[in-house]
């Protein structure tokens, strides 16, 4: 069993940054990170293989965002510059099973709670 908890959300005005964390217990695989926002269906922001090789990033946040993992604290990360009001939504991570990259929200196994990120404009 997996257990994700996020951390580092928060109220940024346009243009700032924030760094999402999320600790992990459990071996994990293929990772990534969502978010929902209101009136909106949940949508894959950032993935990471299993071996940190391959990324994907949604075009929304390409050259904005930035994901990483630090194995030895088997935590994932997302570095998000540059924020826009339309950023503005909870942010999820997950943990897939798979070791390559999945972008699907039904190829992941594990959710975290979320974490709201509000960026003002």
């Given at each position: 069993q997996v257990q994700l908890v996020e951390s580092g959300g928060g109220l940024v005005q346009a243009g700032g940054s924030l760094r999402l964390s999320c600790a992990a217990s459990g071996r994990?695989?293929?990772?990534?990170?969502?978010?929902?926002?209101?009136?909106?269906?949940?949508?894959?922001?950032?993935?990471?293989s299993w071996n940190g090789r391959n990324t994907y990033y949604a075009d929304s946040v390409k050259g904005r965002f930035t994901i990483s993992r630090d194995y030895a604290k088997n935590t994932l990360y997302l570095q998000m510059d540059s924020l826009k009001p339309e950023d503005t939504a909870v942010y999820y991570c997950a943990a897939s099973l798979s070791t390559s990259i999945a972008v699907a929200t039904v190829a992941y196994q594990y959710w975290g709670q979320g974490t709201q990120v509000t960026v003002s404009s």
């Open positions: 994990t695989f293929s990772m990534g990170w969502f978010r929902q926002a209101p009136g909106k269906e949940r949508e894959i922001v950032s993935a990471i």
